[in-house]
Nanobody, 124 residues
């Protein structure tokens, strides 16, 4: 079994900062790309940022220059440093990872995993 657990969400005023963390645990053999997505009320889930195994990154245009994604492979952790937050950044932020894992006896699978989400609220 594999789990992704996020932390670090909360309420912040516009212009403030937050740092999200996501730890992957379980019978993991290899973690490929990792990323953060968000979903605002009434809207579809959208990509915020992704980071590859070689730490190359890509960002949504709306967060470029304000958010930074990074990962610590030794800790199976991905981070999202968010600065200069705006009210439109409000939403539930989800961690995502492409993971190769032992899912059962003699069974290795590469699957897409999601965390449970953490709420980020930016007040104006």
């Amino acid at each position: 079994q594999v789990q992704l657990v996020e932390s670090g969400g909360g309420l912040v005023q516009a212009g403030g900062s937050l740092r999200l963390s996501c730890v992957a645990s379980g019978t993991i053999l290899r973690i490929n790309s990792m990323g953060w997505y968000r979903q605002a009320p009434g809207k579809q889930r959208e990509l915020v940022a992704r980071v590859s195994t070689s730490s190359s990154t890509n960002y949504a245009d709306s967060v470029k220059g304000r958010f930074t994604i990074s990962r610590d492979n030794a800790k199976n952790t991905v981070y999202l440093q968010m600065a200069n937050l705006k009210p439109e950044d409000t939403g539930v932020y989800y961690c995502n990872a492409d993971i190769l894992a032992n899912i059962a006896s003699s069974s290795v699978r590469r699957l897409d995993y999601w965390g449970q989400g953490t709420q980020v609220t930016v007040s104006s």
